[in-house]
């Protein structure tokens, strides 16, 4: 099936990239729990806790959401995207409102935390699934320039939070910003769906590119089965760990490590968030162009080399610490962008929701670690300078894992 209906009154090939573009919105208000590092003092101040626990509403939301992106995969696939996705906004919008509530962490890693990361995972899925449906022939600029959204979310939303904190506090900033989310979110998703089965753009065929396609679909249980998905897995938790690590305290490491003030820092973040979204409509293009192992190299590479350079960094050190995080945030970008689109080449778009929210429990794997890593540094060693040095390891563990494993499997 070809170029024989209409998308938004358009061609098909035209308007298919209004999904790419819903998929971007709704994914800014997704994405801000990327300006978390603008809540995250002004929640340790207001309930007297560690750095370690200020970090656990991050770390559980991520790791939620990277449950609920799998658990939700079957009923996109299933269902389509339009109900499940209203249904995770509805969720999200709830999470954020009810922090406004919370009397104490516990009660902010139980709302925000676990019912917001559980709305982000379920409507996650869905504008993934459908860029990588109306895209086959441009899978990964495609799923990356839906994802952009979520990577430059901080570019809007952590101003915004930082504005509305200085104004009511951080917990009514969680439930005016809840509202949003809910409203926009809901709305956005009713107009997702995916194209007609079969159906492919207009002139385009399947072709063996980049060594990297597949003639053949993967089924669940054959991925998981080859040291391919094994690779790319780990691989991805690595990235994620760095990337997500560095995103929790980007604003802390500025004012402490650093020594910049707080408008600087926060809008340095605000950059950070355009470096996060351009990482995924790069890095998807690279893994098109120069195949997903070689993609996961050069992001392990930017991750080392920042990791060293954030060891050196200290007071007054904001060029080597802009640069440095300008790496980690892109690279973070650059794997929800490398992972999502080697799933899909590596082992077939049938079933792909759920291929993927498997693939993405990594993420999940990451947050986790990335936020012990950096609450013990700070805790134990009284400096998150410390939390770079474990990153390095892992980047070059990444390396010989990328060179080893990241290969097309075979059926």
Avoid at 73 to 84: A, Q, S, T
């Amino acid at each position: 099936m070809g170029e024989d209906f209409k998308v938004f009154s358009m061609s098909a090939n035209a308007g298919r990239w209004i999904y790419v573009l819903l998929g971007l919105i709704i994914n800014i208000c997704l994405g801000a729990v990327y300006a978390y590092s603008v809540f995250k003092k002004p929640l340790e101040k207001l309930f007297e806790i560690s750095a370690t626990q200020g970090n656990y509403p991050f770390m559980v939301f991520l790791a939620v959401f990277a449950l609920f992106t799998f658990l939700s995969g079957k009923f996109i696939d299933k269902h389509g995207p339009r109900n499940v996705m209203m249904i995770g906004g509805v969720v999200v919008g709830i999470g954020w409102l009810l922090t406004k509530f919370a009397p104490n962490i516990g009660m902010v890693i139980l709302t925000y935390g676990i019912i917001g990361g559980a709305g982000v995972g379920i409507v996650y899925g869905g504008p993934v699934a459908v860029a990588a449906r109306w895209f086959p022939d441009k899978k990964g600029l495609a799923v990356g320039l839906a994802l952009a959204g979520f990577g430059m979310s901080a570019l809007i939303t952590a101003p915004i939070a930082r504005a509305l904190i200085g104004i009511t506090g951080p917990l009514n900033t969680f439930g005016m910003m809840g509202i949003a989310f809910l409203i926009i979110t809901v709305i956005l998703s009713a107009l997702m769906k995916f194209p007609p089965k079969d159906w492919k753009p207009a002139g385009w065929a399947p072709v063996q590119a980049t060594g990297a396609a597949v003639s053949k679909s993967f089924t669940l249980g054959e991925m998981v089965k080859t040291s391919s998905f094994y690779g790319v897995w780990i691989c991805y938790i690595i990235g994620t760990t760095a990337g997500l690590m560095a995103i929790g305290i980007s604003n802390t490491v500025g004012t402490e490590v650093i020594g910049l003030n707080t408008a600087v820092a926060t809008t340095l973040l605000m950059i950070f968030a355009v470096f996060n979204g351009g990482g995924r409509p790069l890095f998807g293009w690279l893994t098109d162009k120069i195949t997903p192992r070689n993609a996961a190299l050069l992001s392990f590479v930017i991750i080392f080399l920042a990791s060293v350079g954030m060891m050196m960094a200290g007071q007054g050190s904001t060029l080597l610490f802009t640069l440095c995080f300008f790496g980690f945030w892109l690279c973070l970008g650059g794997w929800l962008a490398i992972a999502p689109t080697t799933t899909a080449s590596f082992f077939g778009l049938e079933g792909y929701a759920q291929k993927y929210g498997l693939m993405f429990s990594a993420y999940g794997l990451g947050a986790i670690i990335g936020g012990f890593i950096s609450g013990k540094a700070k805790d134990v060693f009284g400096s998150y300078t410390f939390a770079f040095k474990p990153i390095a390891v892992l980047a070059i563990i990444g390396i010989v894992i990328a060179l080893l494993l990241i290969k097309p499997p075979k059926k």
